[in-house]
């Protein structure tokens, strides 16, 4: 990774999340089926916004849509765990 990114905070508290090659597209929670983690060219809709919660150093982020919160199936930790959106907060919520 090149240089460090500065993090701005927010007014509203809520952030996208860029794709580093194409600005264009952004991480989104699936509007339909399991809610996965996706990549989405960037609308502004709620499924593409997410808060960021600190945890004594552990960050949970949550979309701005139903109050979901980002975790891996089961708790997983394996490499190729999907990450999907859930309302419930799991050990794997934290990152």
């Known amino acids: 990774m090149q ?3 500065p993090f701005n905070p927010s ?3 809520l952030y996208k999340i860029l794709s580093g ?3 264009s597209k952004c991480l989104a929670v699936q509007q339909s ?3 996965q983690i996706v990549l989405d060219i960037y609308k502004g809709a709620n499924n593409q916004k997410f808060a960021i919660f600190d ?3 552990k960050f949970a982020l949550v979309s701005a849509e139903a ?3 980002w975790w891996s199936s ?3 930790s394996q490499d190729g765990a ?3 959106a859930d309302a419930n907060q799991h050990k794997s919520s934290y990152f």
């Open 3 to 5: 240089g460090k990114t």
């Open 82 to 84: 999907p990450i999907q």
């Open 11 to 13: 007014e509203n508290g």
């Open 67 to 69: 109050n979901s919160g």
């Open 55 to 57: 945890n004594n150093g």
């Open 74 to 76: 089961n708790d997983a």
């Open 21 to 23: 090659i194409d600005q």
């Open 33 to 35: 089926g399991a809610k």
